[in-house]
T-cell receptor, first 113, second 114 residues
Framework: DAGITQSPRHKVTETGTPVTLRCHQT?????MYWYRQDPGHGLRLIHY???????DKGEVSDGYSVSRSKTEDFLLTLESATSSQTSVYFC????????????FGPGTRLTVT | SQQGEEDPQALSIQEGENATMNCSYK?????LQWYRQNSGRGLVHLIL?????REKHSGRLRVTLDTSKKSSSLLITASRAADTASYFC??????????????FGQGTELSVKP
């Protein structure tokens, strides 16, 4: 999985609790992304980062926030988890120009009860 | 908003046969990529084709791109049981300044039976 780790790999949490997922990369890639994968929807972009402290929203950002204080770490926070946020979350990275391909972590399976 | 639509959603073939998956998209693109996902794992990049290319090969993979029809196809020749996975197309925006964001299709589940 190209030097990308995600933690935790599995988590069960209750509705209304905050949850933070961590992505760590050793590739020194500039860009980092958080996706969620749901049956029938493929992968949808939640937030992405184009540098330390530089982040932007993706397609499905409501209810999520991110932070990137170091090149290697990108955190995804569910401010108050809801059952609709039960999903598999993937982190991905990409090098700077001129590369286009993304490298994915192993995923975190999150269940909100 | 889903950019890519993949067809078929599921495909079951015998080892040794060829597998063809199709992807259609809606807006102009810089490039189109194909990824593979084995069950319970992250996606792995397979091949990228730029908008000014029509065909590209990598080992047993052949990708075609028709920008006039906004469609692409992935052909896996002489398939093996190990090719069993989900395959996703993803399109890259025209401008690199859009953060390299990709829009993924919903994927094709390929099952290769020994």
């Amino acid at each position: 999985d190209a030097g990308i780790t995600q933690s935790p790999r599995h988590k069960v949490t209750e509705t209304g609790t905050p949850v933070t997922l961590r992505c760590h990369q050793t590739e020194n890639h500039r860009y980092m992304y958080w996706y969620r994968q749901d049956p029938g929807h493929g992968l949808r972009l939640i937030h992405y980062s184009y540098g330390v402290k530089d982040t932007d929203k993706g397609e499905v950002s409501d209810g999520y926030s991110v932070s990137r204080s170091k090149t290697e770490d990108f955190l995804l926070t569910l401010e108050s988890a809801t059952s609709s946020q039960t999903s598999v979350y993937f982190c991905a990275t990409k090098g700077g120009q001129p590369s286009y391909e993304q490298y994915f972590g192993p995923g975190t399976r999150l269940t909100v009860t | 908003s889903q950019q890519g639509e993949e067809d078929p959603q599921a495909l079951s073939i015998q080892e040794g046969e060829n597998a063809t998956m199709n992807c259609s998209y809606k807006t102009s693109i810089n490039n189109l990529q194909w990824y593979r996902q084995n069950s319970g794992r992250g996606l792995v990049h397979l091949i990228l084709i730029r908008s000014n290319e029509r065909e590209k090969h990598s080992g047993r993979l052949r990708v075609t791109l028709d920008t006039s029809k906004k469609s692409s196809s992935l052909l896996i020749t002489a398939s093996r049981a190990a090719d069993t996975a989900s395959y996703f197309c993803a399109t890259g925006p025209l401008s690199y300044n859009q953060g390299g964001k990709l829009i993924f299709g919903q994927g094709t589940e390929l099952s290769v039976k020994p």
